[in-house]
T-cell receptor
Framework: SQQGEEDPQALSIQEGENATMNCSYK?????LQWYRQNSGRGLVHLIL?????REKHSGRLRVTLDTSKKSSSLLITASRAADTASYFC??????????????FGQGTILTVHP | DTGVSQNPRHKITKRGQNVTFRCDPI?????LYWYRQTLGQGPEFLTY????????KSRLLSDRFSAERPKGSFSTLEIQRTEQGDSAMYLC??????????FGPGTRLLVL
């Protein structure tokens, strides 16, 4: 399966601390995307990193990609209570009829305590 | 609003009934995906379209599930003879190939 597998499954931190979530996948990708989901709500796209990129930033988010290790990480700096949510990585298939198809793992549940 | 919309937002039905959900994607997006999500799990891929062509359907999807995307615009997902195990959030997403997906708010299905 191509789906991303996030680690840890749950993360609990204090406001102001940094949160790091990891993702591993199995086969070739075109890109890898990170999404956030607040409880009972839809998914919100956070950041997309292409297979030829190693690092990408967006505000307080920093994503890295290591295609040799088939892994990615999402770092949220200076976390806020509003960052409390589930975070999913979604590798996008590299080729064939499944090109660009996203598959999701179980996610990391992040809790930021005020 | 130019986001992805889904209707209805909630559906309660009795076991054995048929239900149909609609997804209106962002107009210029050629890819449309359907996912199912249960509590505590990530979205599970069901099927996806490129324009009007259905490119892939999950092997986990029984023949009670069917999806269409006529004219490459909106899409419908129908579940026939619903079972209690079909209770879940059904998510639709659209994108341009190779770019980020925009998700709709989902349709929450409860089968009694």
């Amino acid at each position: 399966s191509q789906q991303g597998e996030e680690d840890p499954q749950a993360l609990s931190i204090q406001e102001g601390e940094n949160a790091t979530m990891n993702c591993s996948y199995k086969t070739s990708i075109n890109n890898l995307q990170w999404y956030r989901q607040n409880s009972g709500r839809g998914l919100v796209h956070l950041i997309l990193i292409r297979s030829n990129e190693r690092e990408k930033h967006s505000g307080r988010l920093r994503v890295t990609l290591d295609t040799s290790k088939k892994s990615s990480s999402l770092l949220i700096t200076a976390s806020r209570a509003a960052d409390t949510a589930s975070y999913f990585c979604a590798p996008a298939n590299a080729g064939g009829t499944s090109y660009g198809k996203l598959t999701f793992g179980q996610g990391t549940i992040l809790t930021v305590h005020p | 609003d130019t986001g992805v919309s889904q209707n209805p937002r909630h559906k309660i039905t009795k076991r054995g009934q048929n239900v149909t959900f609609r997804c209106d994607p962002i107009s210029e997006h050629n890819r449309l995906y359907w996912y199912r999500q249960t509590l505590g799990q990530g979205p599970e891929f069901l099927t996806y379209f490129q324009n009007e062509a259905q490119l892939e359907k999950s092997r986990l999807l029984s023949d009670r599930f069917s999806a269409e995307r006529p004219k490459g615009s909106f899409s419908t997902l129908e579940i026939q003879r619903t079972e209690q195990g079909d209770s879940a959030m059904y998510l639709c997403a659209s994108s341009l190939v190779g770019l980020a997906s925009n998700f709709g708010p989902g349709t929450r299905l409860l089968v009694l």
